[in-house]
C-alpha cells in the first residue's frame, strides 16, 4: 500500500515551452502533497507544499508563477514549469502525505520525474 | 530551528562488512527521524523511522539505527554489506513532533559497495 505514481518519469523539452509533472497517490488520499527538487549529487530541497483544494505554499527563493501547483483531488497533484529554460533542469519528485489518523502522516514519495530543458 | 548533518559525505565498505553511516540532528522538539535510500535515479525510499518509541530501530534490508538523544545522533547501521546496498542515503528530521511536520534533508552519504 501507500503508492505515489509520477507521470512522466523523464521529458525533454524546448526553452520557453511548459511541461507539466502528475503527481498521484494511488491507493490513499492524500490531504498533502511536497514537491522536491533536487539537482545532481545533491540532496532534496522541498519546493512547496500543496493542500487538495487551497493554494500551495512556496518555499523562499521558489518563483511561484514559475512553478505552477494544482492540488485538485486528493489523489493528485501537478507541477507545471513555466517558460522552461535549461536551469530549470532537474530531478523533481513529489510526496503525500496520508490522512492523519489513517496510516499517520507519513510521507511516500514518488519516483520521480528527470526533467531536461534544451 | 531543526537540522540534520551526515558526517560523511561517501562511504564506502567491502561486501560482508560492517555499514555505518553517521547522522547528527537538532531539534528543539522531540524529533522525529529517519533514514530514506535512494537508487540512481529513482525516487526514495524509507528504511527506518524514530518517532519516540523504542530507540534502536529496525528497518528493512537488514538496516537499524539507534536514536541517541544524548549524542544528538541517529546512526545507521547494517551488520554485513550487499552490494544492492550501494546508493545514496539520506537522514531526515521531520520539523515538528510526530509525522505532521514537513522533512528536512541531510546531504546524503553515498555508499559504495566493494566486491
Known amino acids: 500500500g501507500a503508492v505515489v505514481s509520477q507521470h512522466p518519469s523523464r521529458v525533454i523539452c524546448k526553452s520557453g515551452t511548459s511541461v507539466k509533472i502528475e503527481c498521484r497517490s494511488l491507493d490513499f488520499q492524500a490531504t498533502t502533497m511536497f514537491w522536491y527538487r533536487q539537482f545532481p549529487k545533491q540532496s532534496l530541497m522541498l519546493m512547496a507544499t500543496s493542500n487538495e483544494g487551497s493554494k500551495a505554499t512556496y518555499e523562499q527563493g521558489v518563483e511561484k508563477d514559475k512553478f505552477l501547483i494544482n492540488h485538485a483531488s486528493l489523489t493528485l497533484s501537478t507541477l507545471t514549469v513555466t517558460s522552461a529554460h535549461p536551469e530549470d533542469s532537474s530531478f523533481y519528485i513529489c510526496?503525500?502525505?496520508?490522512?492523519?489518523?489513517?496510516?499517520?502522516?507519513?510521507?511516500?514519495f514518488g519516483p520521480g520525474t528527470r526533467l531536461t530543458v534544451t | 530551528a531543526q537540522s540534520v548533518t551526515q558526517l560523511d559525505s561517501h562511504v564506502s565498505v567491502s561486501e560482508g562488512t560492517p555499514v555505518l553511516l553517521r547522522c547528527n540532528y537538532s531539534s528543539s522538539y522531540s524529533p522525529s527521524l529517519f533514514w530514506y535510500v535512494q537508487h540512481p535515479n529513482k525516487g526514495l525510499q524509507l528504511l527506518l523511522k524514530y518517532t519516540s518509541a523504542a530507540t534502536l530501530v529496525k528497518g528493512i534490508n537488514g538496516f537499524e539505527a539507534e536514536f541517541k538523544k544524548s549524542e544528538t545522533s541517529f546512526h545507521l547501521t547494517k551488520p554485513s554489506a550487499h552490494m544492492s546496498d550501494a546508493a545514496e542515503y539520506f537522514c531526515?528530521?521531520?520539523?515538528?513532533?510526530?509525522?505532521?511536520?514537513?522533512?528536512?534533508f541531510g546531504k546524503g552519504t553515498k555508499l559504495s559497495v566493494k566486491p
Open positions: 531526515v528530521v521531520s520539523d515538528y513532533g510526530g509525522s505532521q511536520g514537513n522533512l528536512i
Open positions: 510526496s503525500a502525505r496520508v490522512l492523519a489518523g489513517v496510516v499517520g502522516g507519513e510521507q511516500y
